[in-house]
């Protein structure tokens, strides 16, 4: 038994020597700045989070990850069980927030009783053809150029120093269940996609990945923010392509959680992904073995850097 069941990740926290620099990344990564007085810098997807991404002037790099607890009350809990201070959370929506420090010292804020931002517009899918079905009749496509929208954040991945130990601690607090996890020999695991336990309601493949550190330093690898369609992750390639920022994997669909994904770096080398068309499952779904080989190949798209030996 855990001691809470978190509902989603809420934010990623991240330190960069200029603001500006970051905002204008973000703006044309698909994020939008949110007005705030503390000298941080917080911006939102187009969805009901009050915000997705933070960051706070300094040295470059990742701060903190944040998870969304159901209520005020299971903060309450877990802080009682890690001997915590629940807190008021003075960034854009409020609330409450307990943090705690995970065994490679990532601070971990977990969060609750934020108010809801208003949805920002975001058009529908357009209609589409394909051999099986025309549903776009007597109209054309017409796509306007600009960054990808993007609406929510849907996953984070760590490097930690021992795989097991992180997993137990994520595990006992927060109510994870494992989707896949990926062994390079048989009983050989070096890491676990892990999904949130929401019961009957369906939930993203994975909400945390945590890997075994190749290195054995832990480090923070990637966020993954889900764009409105696939439509909108392609002109938010090109967008990006245009603005001459770095590329670090994709356009392809993975085999674990088959979403369809896009990589960039920020300008201090933290990795984001777009995404979209990704796994849903709930609690009765359980859990999977899955190789090394699955976590890097692709359906279809460019191989995993990794394994070409060089960047794209």
């Avoid at 796509?143 to 601690?169: I, M």
């Avoid at 009957?200 to 890997?211: A, G, I, K, N």
Wanted: hydrophobic share 45%; with cysteine.
């Amino acid at each position: 038994m855990s001691t809470i069941k978190v509902e989603d990740i809420a934010h990623v926290r991240f330190a960069a020597p200029d603001l500006a620099s970051m905002e204008t990344f973000l703006r044309e990564f698909g994020l939008t700045a949110v007005p705030s007085s503390d000298g941080m810098l917080y911006a939102r997807g187009t969805g009901y989070q009050p915000f997705l991404h933070a960051t706070s002037l300094g040295e470059p790099g990742f701060q903190a990850l944040g998870l969304r607890a159901q209520s005020v009350v299971d903060l309450e809990k877990l802080a009682a069980a890690d001997g915590a201070t629940l807190e008021k959370f003075s960034a854009p929506g409020g609330g409450y927030v307990v943090a705690l420090s995970d065994p490679d010292g990532f601070r971990v804020e977990v969060v609750a009783g934020q108010q809801p931002a208003a949805a920002l517009p975001l058009a529908q899918e357009p209609a589409r053809n394909n051999a099986l079905a025309k549903t776009r009749l007597r109209a054309s496509t017409r796509l306007a150029a600009g960054p990808a929208h993007v609406v929510r954040l849907g996953h984070a991945v760590l490097e930690v120093k021992d795989f097991r130990a992180s997993e137990a601690w994520y595990k006992s607090r927060f109510g994870f269940i494992t989707s896949d996890e990926i062994e390079v020999a048989p009983g050989v695991a070096i890491g676990a996609f892990l999904r949130c336990d929401r019961g009957e309601l369906p939930t993203d493949h994975h909400t945390l990945f945590l890997l075994q550190s190749p290195g054995g330093a832990a480090r923070f690898n990637h966020a993954a923010f889900e764009v409105a369609d696939l439509d909108d992750l392609m002109l938010g390639h090109a967008h990006l392509k245009r603005a001459k920022r770095t590329p670090a994997w994709g356009i392809g669909r993975h085999i674990l959680g088959s979403q369809i994904f896009d990589y960039w770096k920020d300008p201090w080398g933290h990795e984001l992904e777009h995404w979209t068309d990704g796994d849903l499952f709930t609690a009765a779904d359980g859990s999977h073995k899955a190789t090394l080989q699955d976590l890097l190949a692709v359906q279809w798209g460019p191989n995993h850097p990794m394994t070409e030996g060089a960047a794209p």
